[in-house]
Structures are given as structure tokens and as C-alpha cells.
């Protein structure tokens, strides 16, 4: 009879531990999604407003947008092809669009999504032609996560 007692109690004590290993995982999870969503990144153990100022945050997106974006080329206006203009540097790009930048919890429609803390709204005019005669504004949204990394899930509205 002692051995179905000792076999009961080892049977017990595993499921003991079973239930307390996956308790304390999800406690780990919950924790962990807590911590992202607050803005911390694990990579570099620290928060995102102490990797990045929202200034630099928002230069990283203006560039990314104007390297990695898909914005025409070239734009065919009364039957006269006009090519892309880039942008100098930074400089000429923030002093052409002042307010082109905006920090937003959802993207369009309120789109959200758990890797993301958030979003950059862009909105910034294109030019085309040797003489900048033709422009164009550009709308869309660049997704960043708690590290600062930008993202190319941008959604145009």
C-alpha cells in the first residue's frame, strides 16, 4: 500500500511543478508584453525615450521615409515626364515641411498592432521637375517599435 501512496505523492509533486512552471511562464509573458508596450527594449535594457528623443525619432523616420518609401520617380504631367527632386538633406527637408510629423498610438482606421508602440504620421510634398514646377503631398504612416526601429508596415491614408 505504501507504494501507490509514494507513486500518488510523485505524481502530485510533478503536476505541482507542471502547473507552477506554466504559471510562471505566463507570468513571464504578461510581464514581458507589459514592459514592450510601456516602451522598454529588452536588446538594449532600456526604455525608448532614454535610446531616442522624439526629435531624433522623428529625423530617423524623415529619412527612412525618403530612402525606403516607394514615392514615383517620375510623374507624367500634360504628356511631359518630370523626375523625382530629393531632398538636399535634412536641413531643406524640415525647412520645406515644418509640421510633417506627428507621434500617433494607431495609424489609419485605428490600426494597431502588438509589435508596434506606435506610429509616425508623415506627411511631406515630393517635387518633380529641374524646376520644382510640379508637387506632390505624400500621406502615410511609419510603424515604429520599442528599440526605435522603423518598420515597413506603413499604411498610406
Partial sequence: MSDNGETSKEKLTVSFYI?????GLMLFYALFSIFREKG??????????DIYTE??????AILYSLNEVEIPFNIIDN??????INYLNLEEFKKINPNCCQFTKSAAENYTHPDYNGF??????TFYGEEKDFSQVNHFYIAYDSCGNLHHRYLRY
Fill in 19 to 23: 502547473l507552477w512552471s506554466v504559471v
Fill in 40 to 49: 522598454f527594449c529588452f536588446n538594449k535594457m532600456a526604455f525608448l525615450q
Fill in 55 to 60: 526629435q531624433q525619432l522623428v529625423d530617423k
Fill in 79 to 84: 504628356e511631359q515626364t518630370r523626375k523625382k
Fill in 120 to 125: 509616425i504620421k508623415m506627411e511631406y510634398v
